[in-house]
């Protein structure tokens, strides 16, 4: 089986500057939606095996919210950006200037959830267009899916399916800066490749499999 995990630091390299391209991408696209200067940095990609991403996340316990999509195209998967409550609702809030959003309000408040799902799908967006380009592979995000619960029930589903035919995930870490204000937010794009596509996106990026 391929170990993924063992690539070398050029081609971490690679995976990086994909991630600092969407990053860039992103922000431009945040910037325009919230009307002021963000910057965004990807300080690391990691190619992971499925038992460390629940760990790398914060553990099964952790509460936190997740805009789920599927990978449509050629090298179909699926993806997750995760981020903790208080760094979601506070994106929340960056968008909507003046709106308290609670995730986790009772009734449901759908202006946080749709403002979480824009800014979801901007990230995405903007990341699978970096990996697009790079690699001459179309792939295309379906409709966002928000979730809030605990990681363990988000991720345990998705990852065990896919857990019966691949082996690894790609982890890239995310910082958003409003250089207005002193927080941020640190957010993980988490790409669950399907079977095969993992190879085919190395493969096009010049990263040979490992035996």
């Known amino acids: 089986m391929n170990d993924y995990t063992n690539l070398t630091n050029t081609q971490k390299d690679v995976l990086r500057e994909i991630g600092n391209i969407g990053a860039g991408n992103a922000a431009t696209s945040m910037a325009k939606l919230l009307d002021k200067k963000i910057d965004m940095q990807v300080p690391s990609v990691k190619v992971v095996s499925f038992d460390e991403v629940m760990d790398l996340i914060g553990g099964p316990d952790e509460l936190i919210a997740a805009v789920l999509f599927r990978i449509q195209g050629e090298a179909p998967g699926t993806v997750y950006f995760i981020l903790s409550i208080e760094e979601a ?7 909507v200037p003046g709106f308290e959003g609670k995730l986790l309000a009772d009734p449901v408040n759908e202006f946080a959830i749709s403002a979480l799902q824009e800014a979801g799908n ?14 001459s592979i179309n792939m295309q995000p379906s409709v966002p899916y928000l979730s809030v619960d605990m990681a363990g029930a988000i991720l345990t589903v998705g990852l065990l399916e896919v857990s019966q035919v691949s082996d690894y995930a790609i982890i890239i870490d995310t910082k958003i800066n409003d250089q207005e204000v002193q927080k941020g937010v640190q957010g993980n794009f988490l790409l669950i490749p399907d079977p095969g596509s993992l190879s085919i996106l190395f493969k096009a990026l010049g990263i040979k499999d490992y035996d």
């Open 89 to 95: 609702e506070f994106l929340i809030n960056e968008i």
């Open 122 to 135: 901007i990230l995405t967006g903007s990341y699978l267009s970096a990996l697009s380009d790079f690699t």
